[in-house]
């Protein structure tokens, strides 16, 4: 079946659904890398997306934030030139009530008889204020890396901002 729109999942509703050991069938999370780059360098300058909303970010979402921010930072600074760490980890289960459509399909369905739904994804809730992604760069890669995380922030459901933690004064004399 055809994977549903992402706003049906963003709200957070009811209590958490993560007791994995329990539901039988639940699909590994696309994202499986949550630390990039060079760990070990102290880098100039720091920058953190910040959430501004609560909401639940699947899985795809925060797996097509990273390779945005990735692909464009190994670009611009190499493997060993940036460090990238995604935070948030996709506990908690999606189900769905997966119903027959088309026609004829009145009379195969039982509609929402204990419909309590199937797992399809997981999802990880992340509250106002929460850290989802914090990257470090040195000076000459200041810009690219905020716009690589203003660029993943359009992937993910919940509006975010680029906050800079380390090299405030860097970035205002670069007039970033």
Known sequence: MVTKPARMYSKISGPAYTRKEF??????PKITTFVQGNQKKDFEIEMQLVAEEACQ?????????RISVNR???????????FLHIRPYPHQVIREHKMATGAGADRISSGMRMAFGRPVGTAARVHPGEIIMEAKIDRNGAKMLKDALKKASFKLPTPCRVVITKGKQITESMGI
């Open 23 to 28: 539901m039988g069938g639940v699909p590994y």
């Open 72 to 82: 464009k930072l190994l670009e611009g600074a190499g493997a060993a030139g940036y």
């Open 57 to 65: 970010v699947r899985h795809t979402a925060l797996e097509a934030a």
